[in-house]
């Protein structure tokens, strides 16, 4: 039996399975399996997916994020916080603020401690992404999918998308409890017009600072929290004339919350916690 040591955390109940690469050896060709397997909740460890923290030549640390699916993902809002804290606190990085490498690019990362752990953690996530192709949806390129009318399921919608290195389709309703999140997300995600698959957020406005937000996520179904997901929903907001820029918006996403700011320089600053869980061994064969 191969085995390897984990950290398993989470921010705001979004938990993966972290390996450190920087001691750890897993087979690139093995690491989607591998996924599928440590996610496991009855064989496994039981979790959303699981996250490489590998060395980097443009920065300290890089992010590789795996989907409870096995696919790969582009970026994880809740996996930067918790690989910022990770990085921190084993010392890969002596500094508080440091450049974190994903696969959509590099982000900055900064790091507030208590009593000498890292208790939350700010991420800059760059610039959204707002044209149809960035997405990418199917349809005129330069095109943004702003409000646009839709149809899944003989149902119409209203829906809104964004790019914060990965694919968000946001919903506004009513009322957040009766959102359609395991009826119509899995629907959506693997809607055609998504050739990548997209991940579906429903949102509630309370007020032009606080939004309530449900999530279906690509490749991991419901989860607590998704950190890109409430950074796209406060932009969706922002352009559909919901909430304000350059203002700190409160998302109360099902596992706590977060807070986001679109700023006026275009860029989106998340603030949240990571914690973790537990530490173990993992054996697979
Ligand atoms: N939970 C994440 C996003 C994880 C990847 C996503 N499911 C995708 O495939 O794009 C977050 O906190 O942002």
Known sequence: MRSFNFTKMHGLGNNYIYVD???ETLLEEELSRIAVEVSNIHTGIGSD??????PSESAPVKMRIFNNDGSEGKNCGNGLRCVAKYAYENKLVTEEKFLIETLSGLVDAEVKLEDGEVNTVTINM???K???A?????GDDKEQ???ESIT???EKLSMTTVSMGNPHAIFYVEKISDAPVTTLGPIIEKDERFPEGVNVEFVEVVSENELHFRVWERGSGVTQACGTG????????VLNGKTKRNTETIVHLAGGDLLINWQENEEVLMTGPAQVICKGIFYYS
């Open 130 to 132: 707002l044209n149809r």
């Open 126 to 128: 760059g610039k959204p």
């Open 21 to 23: 690469m920087f001691k």
């Open 152 to 154: 899944f399921n003989d």
């Open 230 to 237: 409430a950074c796209a929903a406060v932009v969706s907001s």
């Open 134 to 138: 960035s997405i990418p949806m199917i």
């Open 49 to 54: 997916g699981m996250i490489l923290i590998c």
């Open 145 to 147: 999918v702003l409000n």
